[in-house]
């Protein structure tokens, strides 16, 4: 029998880079939180807990070709799709050279031209009407690509969600919903935001739901690839929700044991979806000493990052208005904005 890496097209080679992504993320979250609590970074939101749900899914997206509108807890999928550790300091210390908004937008708010990474925004939900705009424009152009979106599953709860899945089914638009459930919009828990899961509500829109361990890397890849084919195929968008659990607070801000208890934490940790993947790659052959090997290299590479960026320009406060109003535009008296 086939390793199951290798029934889903998949060599070891993709999963030890799946892992790494993994890594990479995690201890990039444990770094950030540090030095939050240091006073070096005044505010931060990390992964922790979701790699296995933004790892395998942003392991299908095609780099350059497909478009995508991730959320603020997307991490690895901004590292999958080739920002650097680096990229993602120059964010928490705000400097000007930070790739996503030059210093000017809360962390974690994702932008990339080359990777079509659109920008994102603070307000919840936007990204899926944006996103499902984006596919009919594509549609239209007859372009061989796909859009993903992601939200968290508070996210699902404002009309933005419904109006776009919606929208996105009837003119069968090549759009995959990727639904993060950790289980707390925040603070509050699914049974107090949703009677339906969201994987559930692609029935009333008539189209596929895909429920996915987000513990595991492949079976979120499995489920997103499967509704990523589809979508390439023509036959329109489907919702993926990936099952996972967020290991830190909702930010440095929040104060997690308002609402949820440490053995519920304690039952997760146990299904962390990076020592399931480390186990996958020992059962399959992957010496102990490279994965040690890889989570020592990442940490040298993180200190070098933090010092790289630290070591960056803050923005100038002449620049304060740039990218707010039209530049370089004639202006009534023949001059230029």
């Not at 999963?15 to 979250?29: A, D, I, N, P, T």
């Not at 195929?233 to 489907?238: K, L, N, V």
């Amino acid at each position: 029998m086939k390793p199951r890496h290798e029934t889903l097209g998949l060599t070891l080679d993709d999963v030890k880079g799946m892992y790494r992504k993994m890594l990479e993320c995690r201890m990039l979250g444990e770094r950030m939180m540090q030095l939050n609590r240091m006073g070096r970074a005044a505010f931060v939101g990390v992964a922790d807990g979701h790699e296995g749900a933004e790892i395998g899914s942003a392991w299908c997206i095609r780099r350059g070709t497909d478009w995508v509108h991730p959320y603020y807890r997307d991490v690895g999928v901004a590292l999958v799709l080739g920002q650097s550790m680096k990229d993602q300091f120059l964010g928490v210390f705000a400097k000007a050279t930070d790739p996503n908004s030059a210093g000017r937008q809360i962390v974690n708010q994702f932008s990339d031209v080359e990777a079509k990474i659109v920008t994102g925004s603070v307000c919840i939900a936007t990204q899926f009407p944006q996103a499902a705009g984006i596919a009919l424009a594509m549609k239209m152009r007859g372009e061989d690509s796909v859009v993903f979106t992601y939200g968290g599953d508070g996210s699902t709860s404002p009309g933005d969600f419904h109006e776009a899945v919606n929208f996105a089914a009837i003119h069968h638009l090549p759009v995959v919903f990727i639904i993060e459930n950790n289980l707390y919009a925040i603070s509050t828990p699914n049974a107090l935001q949703m009677s339906v899961a969201p994987h559930e509500r692609a029935r009333g829109y008539g189209i596929p739901g895909h429920l996915a361990d987000g513990t595991d890397v492949l079976d979120v890849y499995d489920k997103t690839k499967r509704a990523m084919e589809r979508a390439r195929r023509g036959e329109g968008p489907s919702i993926v929700e990936a099952t996972c659990y967020r290991y830190r607070p909702h930010s440095s801000d929040d104060d997690d044991s308002r609402y949820r208890s440490k053995d519920e934490l304690k039952d997760w940790l146990a299904r962390d979806p990076i020592d399931r993947t480390r186990a996958y790659l020992r059962e399959h052959g992957v010496a102990e000493s490279e994965l040690e090997a890889m989570r020592a290299a990442i940490a040298t590479d993180i200190e070098r990052a933090i010092d790289e960026a630290e070591a960056e320009p803050d923005p100038r406060p002449e620049d304060l208005l740039r990218h707010v109003y039209a530049e370089g535009h004639p202006l009534p008296d023949g001059t230029r904005a």
